[in-house]
């Protein structure tokens, strides 16, 4: 069993930074495949970004590549998320998640065994 707690959401303006955490509780954070992912209201839950277990390979989903980088620190075990350059379109809830059954990071929700309860970023104009 994983627990996870994100934070560092907020309210900021076009053109700001924000990093979010995720803390993970329980044993063998390393094992565990990570993911970003954001719903907006009335939009499906879309992948934003991933990271293996061991934090050597990322993947960032083309609608924020080239703003926004994962990484993660198993010894505190906490996932981040770095988002730079912020639009109002990036105003959603940001959830992080786990798969216990892979290694490398997949895109589809459905592949994630975990969840946090969502920390909420707006983006103002």
């Known amino acids: 069993q994983l627990q996870l707690v994100e934070s560092g959401g907020g309210l900021v303006q076009a053109g700001d930074s924000l990093r979010l955490s995720c803390l993970g509780s329980?044993?063998?954070?390393?094992?565990?495949?990570m993911g970003w992912f954001r719903q907006a209201p009335g939009k499906e839950r879309e992948f934003a970004a991933g990271?293996?277990?061991?934090?050597?390979?990322?993947y960032i989903a083309d609608f924020v590549k080239g703003r926004f980088t994962i990484s993660r620190d198993n010894a505190k075990n906490t996932v981040y998320l770095q988002m730079n350059s912020l639009k109002p379109e990036d105003t959603a809830v940001y959830y992080c998640?786990?798969?216990?059954?892979?290694?490398?990071?997949?895109?589809?929700?459905?592949?994630?065994?975990?969840w946090g309860q969502g920390t909420q970023v707006t983006v103002s104009s």
């Open positions: 329980g044993r063998s954070f390393r094992n565990y495949a």
């Open positions: 998640a786990a798969d216990r059954r892979s290694g490398v990071p997949r895109t589809g929700a459905g592949s994630y065994d975990y």
């Open positions: 990271v293996s277990g061991s934090g050597s390979r990322t």
